[in-house]
């Protein structure tokens, strides 16, 4: 065998081998994108999945507010209304109020003026 032989198939051996790397970046690079593929496509999926029930919790508590603010209003009303009634039964200057102004009820002799606004008043 001649001297420079060897380096003749230690040429083709290197660019072999380096031929094989390249091949196996390709596919390793390919197998990459393949994989980032399917995550993200199972990101999407499970996305897609959950949404209407993110969506659906955040109505629910936006409603959970809303009951909750009326629940104290409609607390406070009760309040209000057990304090008139309470009233009504026990301080008869109150309840001869209540009947004169809101029921237009009068002793007995009284006359009972009622003020008719002007239509320029309205």
Known sequence: MPANCGGK???KLDFAISRIF???????SIFMKRKIVIVSGCCIVVFIIFLPSYTKIQDLKQRNIELEQQIKRLQAQQARLKRERRLLFEDPVYSEKIAREKMGIAKKGEVIYQLIPNKKDK
């Open 9 to 11: 198939y230690i040429k």
């Open 22 to 28: 390249y091949i196996n970046f390709i596919f390793k």
